[in-house]
């Protein structure tokens, strides 16, 4: 196929674990657009796309260098932490979870500038597959530890390593996989040192890359140990019991949003705040995987509603299919956001000129 005579996408991998938002929806547009995965903004600016799928913050370049071309968030996990509400403003079109999500972020002021594609999060789809594929396991005692970075808000500050010993002391028979962020390469090295020290005795432990796909892995688990990491909303949709670490420090955190689902939702599982607590809530979980059942399903249908079907991925390519097409068959909501659009891009192609001559005179 001759890929010059397409209309072009780009597909921002600003860090290299966004590949779980970005590649599903490449893979379902790269035989209709010519398409682009890269980490580079150059790359991104010179391709000159029609549309740029962006997982994080946007980048202000973009916008500055490319004001035709629709900036469309996928987001890349549930939780706020205070940078949701910058990325939505300055996109065009915000990919949601479900109905509930839009009408919260609306509720909340975060409205992108032409709209909301309600569309189910394309990571999902492959916990989806995998939950068909694999099945539910019987009950057993597999534990995913999968903490967050950020040190105010992390549960591996407030459990240390000390804990995994007394588990599987304590349950013999458990098995304990350990997925800590991608970013802690980054921001906290030493504490993939310590799980590495630990884990390098105990067979029991599987310290899993960073940089692996989570949703490829947490149906795998049996309970989830986190904190205020969005990785504990997304298991919702697996129902089963949730272990939800509390870090004090991160009520002055300025990732600490009181007003997030990660913040407001802390019944979806069993709350500890110090390492004494954490066996207690384990072996609760075990004894009754059924418990805060309620909340959890409650939780899980207002952030994925009837989006969790494993197609969010060809949701979103129907809709950019139809949002680039020439075809007069087109949706009001389409239409609308074209028109919008161009108004959008002349207004500021228009601002920095301006600005350019401005700057000139000065």
Known sequence: MDHRSLKRLAFYMESPFHDAMMVPIFNELKDQFDCLLTSSLEEII????????????????LRRSLPRSFIIWTRHGFSSKNWAAQSIKRCDIACVSSEWQKQEFKKRGHSPKLGFWVTGFPPMDSVFRNMLED???EKGKTILYAPTFDKNLSAFPVLGTGWIKQVLLDIPESEILIKLHPHTVHYNPRWIEEINDISMVTPQIKVLDPQSNIFNIMHRADILVADLSSVALA??????????????????????DPEGPESRWRDLGVE??????????????LEDPSIMRKE?????????????????????????????SDSPEQSLEIKRMKRR?????????????LKGFIRGKV
Request: net charge positive; glycine share 4%; with cysteine.
């Open 341 to 353: 659009k161009a108004f959008n891009a002349a207004f500021d192609q228009a601002r920095l000129k």
């Open 235 to 256: 298991f919702l949709v697996l129902d089963r019991p949730i272990v939800l670490v509390s870090n004090p420090n991160r009520f002055k955190d300025k990732k600490y």
């Open 296 to 324: 959890r399903q409650l939780y899980r249908e207002l952030l994925f509603g009837d989006r969790f079907d494993g197609l969010s991925s060809k949701r979103i390519a129907a809709k950019i299919q139809e949002l680039l």
């Open 46 to 61: 010179e391709h000159d796309p029609a549309a740029v799928f962006v997982a994080s913050k946007f980048k202000k370049v």
């Open 135 to 137: 099945g539910i396991p």
């Open 272 to 285: 500890v705040s110090e390492p004494s607590e954490l066996l207690s809530a384990l072996r609760k979980c």
